[in-house]
């Protein structure tokens, strides 16, 4: 039950935010700066209008209305507005870190350089760093529909741009039809490079598509991947890998990956001994928070502090951070946590 004091911690509490995609986070306003400042026109005019279009029946559609109204943010600078604008968001909901998705093949194929994309990226993050603490890191999520071969020309990208805070590589889009085994070469090379090695599987297509994540491409962690739940060898292996699902429930609600909040496997995967963490995935898309979220967690799964906890300290530990970096991480939130649970008593 989401009682005074449990919701006074959730919003206290620190936190870390491992699945959140730059684009998916444009406030509607900023959405209508870009495409007036940009010459792009959208079908809505204002934030009513905006809202109006963030209403999914599937993942196909979300897909789609994702990619056409990304198509305002076509400069370094809006790449930088965008990022500063997420992570000063982020660092109000008391965020000490994240990690936030670029995807890349939009842009490129509208002619954007995607190094001057990574360029702003990275500015908007440093001067959040550099007036709220919060630290944010980029990764760059490949569009499985675009193929193992030009996903090579992106992770070039990626190595040229490690020193501006890239540290992940993953891909996502669409599972159906793209599994995830022909990029296991492209995977081996980021791995080599010091990239932490993620991938959306398990959203929207079942076992097979993870299985092929973590045995074909070596990840560490997943994006979603709650149709793990629908064989038990899988949810052990997962339990007994260490492998970490970043979970993102009102996404998978709005898409229809799960009909329902009763229908989301979360509890189930978490009771199993899976690692889990909560993220926001695209919180305007999805109308959510990583604040909220957590909320939901209590609400609709029946977790308590400690379980939020749990789920914190996860994400801390899952970090693609250095591995000094990540203790320190890791304590700074052990430490934020045992202070505020003993002041609240929760």
Avoid at 305 to 327: E, I
Wanted: proline letters at 5%; a negative charge; aromatic letters at 8%.
């Amino acid at each position: 039950m989401l009682t005074t004091e449990l919701d006074e911690f959730i919003v206290r509490m620190p936190k870390v935010e491992l699945h959140l995609h730059l684009e998916g986070a444009i406030a509607p306003q900023t959405l209508l700066d870009l495409a007036q400042q940009n010459g792009v026109e959208l079908p809505a005019r204002d934030i009513a209008g905006v809202e109006q279009l963030f209403r999914y029946r599937n993942f196909g559609e979300f897909i789609t209305v994702f990619m056409a109204m990304t198509q305002v943010i076509v400069r370094g600078e809006d790449f930088a507005r965008l990022a500063y604008e997420l992570g000063m968001d982020l660092a109000a909901q008391q965020v000490r870190y994240a990690e936030v998705m670029i995807s890349p093949m939009q842009h490129i194929r509208r002619g954007m350089d995607l190094y001057e994309a990574i360029t702003g990226t990275a500015a908007g993050f440093a001067q959040v760093e550099r007036e709220t603490g919060t630290q944010i890191r980029i990764a760059l999520d490949h569009g499985r529909q675009y193929g193992p071969n030009l996903a090579w020309q992106v992770l070039e990208v990626a190595r040229k741009a490690q020193p501006l805070g890239v540290i992940g590589w993953s891909i996502g889009g669409n599972e159906i039809g793209y599994p995830p085994e022909p990029f296991a070469e492209v995977f081996a090379a980021a791995r080599a490079a010091g990239l932490g090695l993620m991938a959306h599987a398990g959203e929207v297509v079942g076992p097979p598509s993870v299985w092929g994540a973590i045995d074909s491409l070596g990840v560490t962690r997943l994006g979603h991947g709650i149709r793990s739940v629908d064989d038990p060898a899988l949810i052990a292996a997962l339990a007994q890998r260490g492998v970490v699902l970043d979970v993102c429930p009102s996404s998978n609600l709005c898409t229809g990956a799960v009909a329902s909040w009763a229908d989301h496997p979360l509890r189930q995967l978490y009771d199993a001994g899976v690692t889990v963490t909560i993220n926001s995935d695209d919180p305007t898309f999805f109308n959510t928070t990583i604040t909220e979220e957590y909320r939901r967690a209590v609400t609709h799964f029946g977790f308590g502090a400690d379980d939020l906890s749990t789920m914190v300290r996860n994400a801390a530990s899952a970090t693609f951070l250095p591995p000094d970096q990540r203790a320190a991480l890791c304590a700074q939130v052990d430490a934020e946590i045992t202070a505020l649970r003993h002041e609240l008593g929760v």
